[in-house]
């Protein structure tokens, strides 16, 4: 499994907590009255959400660097060698 594959995964990963936070979240907003523990999951998710911003962030970062030395060694490798002879 190559980096770029497991950058994939994760982000997926990602998305489907940043789904499922925003489904509660629209559960939070639709209640005409939301208690004080109702209030502090309603924070935590927003944090979290912050936090997963953050990590998709350096995700990216890495994911350019991944696919640079990726395509420094397919130029490598398409590059031709002179080879020596021997005499």
């Given at each position: 499994?190559?980096?770029?594959?497991?950058?994939?995964?994760?982000?997926?990963?990602?998305?489907s907590?940043?789904?499922?936070?925003?489904?509660l979240?629209?559960?939070?907003?639709?209640?005409?009255?939301?208690?004080?523990?109702?209030?502090?999951?309603?924070?935590?998710?927003?944090?979290?959400?912050?936090?997963?911003?953050?990590?998709l962030?350096?995700?990216?970062?890495l994911?350019?660097?991944?696919r640079s030395?990726?395509?420094?060694?397919?130029?490598?490798?398409?590059?031709?060698?002179?080879?020596?002879?021997?005499?």
């Open positions: 499994m190559n980096h770029l594959e497991l950058l994939r995964e994760k982000i997926g990963r990602l998305r907590e940043i789904a499922h936070l925003q489904e979240n629209d559960r939070y907003w639709l209640r005409v009255r939301n208690d004080t523990q109702a209030q502090v999951a309603h924070g935590q998710r927003h944090e979290r959400l912050q936090e997963i911003q953050q990590e962030s350096q995700l990216a970062d994911g350019q660097r991944v030395v990726e395509q420094m060694k397919e130029h490598h490798r398409s590059r031709p060698y002179l080879v020596n002879r021997a005499s």
